[in-house]
């Protein structure tokens, strides 16, 4: 041993472990690091090929790569660590419009509760957008990733305007979850018990329900908390007024504030505008790279972006949904969720919750299901559901009317009508010769060119562009109408300039 070495064994022996660590620690990031097999495994990606189905690589490798999918030692760097929030059990079998519905809300309980919200990819099991089923009479639902359809807090987006939220509370994707809380480290919280514990029943008001679960959630020392049984947020309370009391909070979260579309929505968008409005398209929707169409070329098409000038955007949920109309009818059922906004008792009720803030106003929406003289209930509310043809040209000439004389809101010079649909070509078209025949432009979900990984996610492009548009019909008992109703209040859109059937 030299005279150098023998000065300082200490110090030597301290960058020995230093390395050790380094490379270990490297070795095991490389080990965990998900794969593009985490997203779509090797069999399902075969079958995936076999029925023709996309597999959008470029969307999966962004979301593998979101800067807090990183050991949580990375994120937290020693001081504390990341904790998430998973529910299993959520809606699944429904249409994408339901679960984003419960998606939305669990992100904001995330939010409150100081975790990482966990989404998961969507299996298309109901209205598959392309055919599933192999040729031995198996069906292999569509897989397609989160962020093909949504860029915002949901699906891993920021926290804040700005990008200055930390990085540990922003959602990751359920692969990542499976990576960074292993089961052994998983608590599970059983829904039907602990809402038991926390006092609440099915007559519970929206508001107690997201607090409490909250304050649990946000007091759990554990890291990974998972939430089985069903989905807290069920199908239930979108159908009930419970929910309006949860408005004030959730639509100030992240969740709402900062919703944005998909590059991939918003680049078909764009490549349609000229259906949409003779006016150039706003700059959030004007790609900002050479290849236009790529994923990664623009940025998010928010909620808050300046509308599309000229359109009125209608939305006719027609096909299987007569059927569901009836059902609605016969069970004497509320406006879907948002929807009853305007329901006049609601738009005046006096704000009990401490956390709302003084003053506030309930966004009055002007239109609800009201019980039209002469009529009964059920007849009403199957019009309000399934317009006719005649009741369709009669109403957007009246909303056109109203819109040109302004008031609450700018004027609006509406000349275009987009309608969002899954009707019959050939009615709709029937349709289309009526309005035109009334001095207005029209184009419908039929006109647009979409490519197929756009085409897998259509419902999401017609809803952006009922989201953007300078005023919106929508059917009251939907879904859909009520995500876009709730995406066009969170980015700023007029309240009167929303309207139903």
Avoid at 59 to 71: A, D, G, K, T, W
Avoid at 376 to 394: L, M, N, Y
Wanted: with cysteine; hydrophobic share 35%; proline share 9%.
């Amino acid at each position: 041993m030299n005279s150098h070495q023998a000065k300082f064994p200490r110090l030597q022996s301290l960058w020995a472990r230093l390395c050790i660590f380094t490379v270990v620690s490297l070795v095991l990031f490389w080990v965990f690091l998900p794969r593009h097999e985490s997203h779509f495994p090797p069999w399902t990606a075969s079958l995936a090929q076999e029925l023709g189905h996309p597999m959008f690589p470029d969307i999966r490798s962004y979301e593998q790569n979101l800067p807090q999918h990183v050991m949580p030692s990375l994120l937290s760097k020693g001081t504390d660590r990341p904790r998430y929030l998973f529910f299993p059990n959520a809606t699944w079998g429904c249409g994408w419009n339901n679960i984003l519905q419960e998606q939305l809300l669990n992100t904001h309980l995330a939010y409150l509760s100081d975790r990482a919200y966990v989404f998961p990819g969507y299996i298309a099991r109901d209205h598959p957008p392309l055919p599933d089923t192999l040729p031995n009479g198996d069906r292999h639902p569509l897989h397609i990733p989160a962020n093909a359809f949504t860029s915002g807090s949901t699906t891993g987006g920021p926290l804040s305007s700005d990008g200055t939220d930390r990085l540990m509370r922003r959602a990751v994707s359920e692969e990542w979850y499976n990576v960074v809380c292993p089961r052994t480290e998983v608590v599970t919280l059983d829904l039907h018990g602990t809402t038991r514990e926390l006092g609440l029943d099915d007559n519970s008001e929206g508001v107690d329900i997201m607090d409490r679960w909250a304050k649990k959630l946000s007091e759990m020392t554990a890291p990974c908390v998972s939430v089985d049984g069903g989905p807290l947020f069920s199908y239930v309370i979108f159908s009930s007024k419970r929910l309006i009391s949860l408005w004030p909070s959730y639509s100030q979260g992240p969740a709402l504030k900062y919703f944005a579309w998909s590059p991939l929505v918003t680049a078909a968008v764009f490549r349609n505008f000229q259906l949409l409005s003779q006016h150039p398209p706003p700059q959030a929707l004007t790609p900002t790279g050479d290849r236009p169409h790529t994923f990664r070329s623009f940025p998010p098409y928010n909620s808050s972006a300046p509308p599309i000038l000229g359109l009125l955007g209608i939305h006719l949920r027609r096909g299987d949904f007569k059927q569901h109309c009836y059902r609605l009818v016969r069970e004497g059922l509320e406006y879907n969720a948002w929807n009853q906004l305007g329901t006049p008792e609601i738009t005046v009720r006096p704000v009990l919750h401490p956390s709302t803030p003084p003053g506030y106003a309930w966004p009055a929406l002007p239109d609800y299901l009201d019980i039209r003289q002469g009529q009964s209930r059920g007849d009403t509310a199957f019009d309000h559901c399934w317009p006719s043809a005649e009741t369709i040209v009669s109403r957007v000439n009246a909303i056109r009317q109203s819109a040109e004389s302004g008031g609450a809101f700018p004027s609006q010079n509406l000349r275009r009508i987009y309608i969002a649909t899954n009707g019959d070509p050939s009615w709709i078209g029937n349709l289309a010769v009526h309005l035109r025949a009334d001095g207005w432009d029209v184009s419908s979900s039929f006109d647009m060119q979409l490519t197929l990984e756009e085409h897998t996610v259509a419902q999401a492009v017609d809803m952006s562009v009922l989201a953007g548009a300078e005023s919106f019909i929508g059917a009251g008992f939907s879904s859909l109408t009520s995500n876009v109703v709730q995406i066009r209040l969170a980015g700023g859109k007029h309240p009167e300039t929303i309207h139903f059937w």
